[in-house]
C-alpha cells in the first residue's frame, strides 16, 4: 500500500514538471528574459538571498544533524524556517542563529517539534507547490518570479514583494489550491507606484518595511 502510494506521488510529481516545461517551452527565449525582468529584487539582493540560503542550510544541518530537518527560504532578505526539530530548545537557537546572520532582515521561525517528515510527505510538499507554481506562472498580472512559495504539509507560506492587490489574488490561488489548509504570507507591500518604478529600474528597495507575519 505505501509503495502505491509513494509510486502515484512520483508520477504526479513527474506530471506537474512535465507542464511546466512544455510551458516554458512554449514560449522559446522569451522566458529567460522575462524571468529576469519579473523578479523585483535587485541583482545584488538575489544573490544575497542565496547566500543567505546556503549558509544557514549549511550552518543548521551541521549544528544540529538527525536531530532536525530544517528548510530555509530567503527572498528580499525575510528568512522563513520550515520543518521539524527535536525540541523547543533547537527550534529557539536555529531562530537565533539565523538571526543574527549578516544581510538578515526579519526571521520567521515556523519550525515544528516532532519527527522528521517521510519522504512521502516531502514529495507530497513538493507537489503542491508545483501546482501553486503552476497556477502563479499562468495568472495575469501576478509576478511569480517575485515570489517564493513553500508548502510543508497541508500549510503554504508566500514570501515575495508585490502590491496589495497582487498580495490577495496570490492568497486565494494558493487558498483555493486542493490540499491546502493554511496560508501565511509574509509580503512587502508595495504601492502601485513602487510598482511602476520596480518596472522600470528592474530591481527593489532592500529599505522597504517589514509587513505583518500572517494573515488567516
Given at each position: 500500500?505505501?509503495?502505491?502510494?509513494?509510486?502515484?506521488?512520483?508520477?504526479?510529481?513527474?506530471?506537474?514538471?512535465?507542464?511546466?516545461?512544455?510551458?516554458?517551452?512554449?514560449?522559446?527565449?522569451?522566458?529567460?528574459?522575462?524571468?529576469?525582468?519579473?523578479?523585483?529584487?535587485?541583482?545584488?539582493?538575489?544573490?544575497?538571498?542565496?547566500?543567505?540560503?546556503?549558509?544557514?542550510?549549511?550552518?543548521?544541518?551541521?549544528?544540529?544533524?538527525?536531530?532536525?530537518?530544517?528548510?530555509?527560504t530567503s527572498f528580499n532578505q525575510k528568512v522563513l524556517l520550515t520543518g521539524e526539530v527535536k525540541d523547543?530548545?533547537?527550534?529557539?537557537?536555529?531562530?537565533?542563529?539565523?538571526?543574527?546572520?549578516?544581510?538578515?532582515?526579519?526571521?520567521?521561525?515556523?519550525?515544528?517539534?516532532?519527527?522528521?517528515?517521510?519522504?512521502?510527505?516531502?514529495?507530497?510538499?513538493?507537489?503542491?507547490?508545483?501546482?501553486?507554481?503552476?497556477?502563479?506562472?499562468?495568472?495575469?498580472?501576478?509576478?511569480?518570479?517575485?515570489?517564493?512559495?513553500?508548502?510543508?504539509?497541508?500549510?503554504?507560506?508566500?514570501?515575495?514583494?508585490?502590491?496589495?492587490?497582487?498580495a490577495d489574488l496570490a492568497k486565494k490561488i494558493a487558498s483555493n489550491t486542493n490540499g491546502v489548509k493554511?496560508?501565511?504570507?509574509y509580503f512587502d507591500i508595495i504601492s502601485e507606484a513602487e510598482k511602476t518604478r520596480l518596472e522600470k529600474?528592474?530591481?527593489?528597495?532592500?529599505?522597504?518595511?517589514?509587513?505583518?507575519?500572517?494573515?488567516?
Amino acid at each position: 500500500m505505501q509503495t502505491s502510494l509513494i509510486l502515484k506521488l512520483i508520477v504526479t510529481v513527474i506530471a506537474v514538471s512535465q507542464i511546466s516545461s512544455c510551458a516554458v517551452v512554449a514560449v522559446g527565449g522569451v522566458t529567460a528574459t522575462a524571468t529576469v525582468l519579473a523578479d523585483r529584487r535587485s541583482p545584488g539582493v538575489q544573490a544575497i538571498d542565496k547566500g543567505i540560503d546556503w549558509e544557514a542550510s549549511s550552518a543548521l544541518s551541521k549544528r544540529f544533524g538527525d536531530n532536525a530537518h530544517i528548510n530555509v527560504t530567503s527572498f528580499n532578505q525575510k528568512v522563513l524556517l520550515t520543518g521539524e526539530v527535536k525540541d523547543a530548545d533547537i527550534k529557539g537557537e536555529a531562530g537565533s542563529y539565523v538571526k543574527a546572520m549578516k544581510n538578515v532582515r526579519s526571521v520567521f521561525n515556523e519550525l515544528v517539534i516532532g519527527p522528521s517528515s517521510s519522504y512521502t510527505s516531502r514529495a507530497n510538499d513538493s507537489y503542491l507547490e508545483s501546482k501553486i507554481k503552476t497556477q502563479m506562472i499562468f495568472t495575469e498580472k501576478l509576478p511569480s518570479n517575485s515570489m517564493a512559495i513553500v508548502a510543508e504539509g497541508s500549510s503554504v507560506y508566500l514570501l515575495g514583494i508585490l502590491t496589495q492587490g497582487e498580495a490577495d489574488l496570490a492568497k486565494k490561488i494558493a487558498s483555493n489550491t486542493n490540499g491546502v489548509k493554511d496560508v501565511y504570507i509574509y509580503f512587502d507591500i508595495i504601492s502601485e507606484a513602487e510598482k511602476t518604478r520596480l518596472e522600470k529600474e528592474g530591481k527593489a528597495e532592500q529599505s522597504q518595511p517589514d509587513s505583518p507575519p500572517k494573515f488567516q
